[in-house]
């Protein structure tokens, strides 16, 4: 369980899996760029119109709010009220940590932590991300295959990683309905954890089980709440639509900043693809997947001179700001 007392987090090592981050994505711009026409794209950009570009970063100003939005509608919902403000820091530090580790796995447990220190219960905690999570899979599985048939974009791709991943939430979903039918094994999986944790610890674990039994029971009712609420549920998924929409936008007003055609299904059809695609964990941040990812969906219908400014561009508001503005909340709380 988090500790109530402020952990400090190593700041060589934020150091190097950030840098890591940032030279694996620098690397594929870098290829990138070698394989468009650098010369026309420099052209373009100074002709660039930077009012169009400054909606794209507003974009991405939306992204943040929505999701601190949610953090703090999910919250309210389990009896913690928590300012929007400090929700707006969760989502800006979880952002960093994502952003530095592979398959963005380290910002869950960052909200988790956060949410703790703000005293919300270490159950209800977890179960207020783990919904930020299933809410999201589910508006990936069930966009992506409407967006795909649409637009007939990328259709047998987008039809395989769709059922993959809605195969992949299906078998989620079940485990979460075991657990919350069946209560009382519980118990069972107190004591279970119980023994792995004295098996790997040299902590006393005496007491352990009813310590996890009391934060899996929290953790349980408060998924109980929020799954049995349908205003919630429904609140919920538009404010997820409200998170995910303004992102797969910024694409769009990067090509008419630069007087492109904005190709607004089709964008959002690979940002859906780049999205759950960008979930294996493979590098920090999906580096390199990303950008790659990026430049072949947009191949198919972008001009080729500017790939490589429309991905630089899109991996700076997207990736690159995560790691500035979440390293700034990290570093006040944590470092």
């Not at 869950?108 to 999201?136: F, H, N, W």
């Not at 078998?171 to 069946?182: R, Y």
């Not at 349908?230 to 303004?246: H, Y």
Request: aromatic share 14%.
């Amino acid at each position: 369980m988090p500790e109530q007392e402020t952990e400090r987090i190593d700041k060589k090592s934020l150091r190097k899996k950030g840098l890591l981050g940032i030279l694996i994505s620098a690397a594929a711009l870098v290829i990138i760029f070698h394989f468009t026409e650098t010369k026309v794209t420099w052209k373009a950009i100074l002709k660039a119109n930077v009012y169009i570009l400054a909606v794209a970063f507003f974009l991405q100003f939306l992204f943040w709010f929505f999701w601190a939005v949610r953090i703090k509608y999910l919250t309210l919902y389990v009896g913690k009220n928590i300012p929007l403000s400090y929700a707006f820091e969760i989502t800006l530090a979880s952002g960093f940590l994502a952003a530095i580790t592979p398959s963005s796995a380290g910002g869950e447990p960052l909200r988790v932590k956060m949410l703790y220190d703000a005293g919300v219960g270490a159950g209800e905690s977890t179960a207020v991300v783990l919904v930020e999570r299933i809410l999201d899979a589910i508006f990936f599985s069930i966009a992506l295959p409407i967006f795909v048939i649409f637009t007939g974009f990328s259709m047998k791709l987008g039809m395989e990683v769709g059922g993959l991943f809605a195969f992949s939430l299906f078998l989620f979903l079940v485990f979460l309905w075991i657990l919350l039918k069946k209560p009382e094994r519980i118990d069972t999986l107190s004591l279970k954890l119980e023994k792995i944790v004295a098996r790997f610890s040299k902590k006393r674990s005496e007491g352990l089980a009813e310590k996890l039994k009391k934060e899996i029971l929290g953790f349980r009712n408060a998924l109980s709440i929020l799954a049995r609420n349908s205003r919630c549920a429904l609140i919920s998924i538009c404010i997820t639509v409200l998170i995910w929409m303004p992102e797969f936008l910024i694409p769009s007003a990067i090509l008419a900043a630069f007087g492109c055609k904005p190709y607004f299904l089709y964008s959002i059809t690979a940002q859906l693809l780049l999205i759950v695609i960008s979930l294996i964990p493979l590098t920090p941040g999906a580096s390199g997947i990303a950008e790659f990812g990026m430049s072949y969906l947009y191949s198919n219908f972008v001009p080729q001179h500017i790939i490589g400014i429309l991905t630089a561009l899109w991996r700076f508001i997207t990736y690159y700001l995560n790691i500035i503005a979440g390293f700034f909340v990290v570093k006040k709380r944590y470092i």
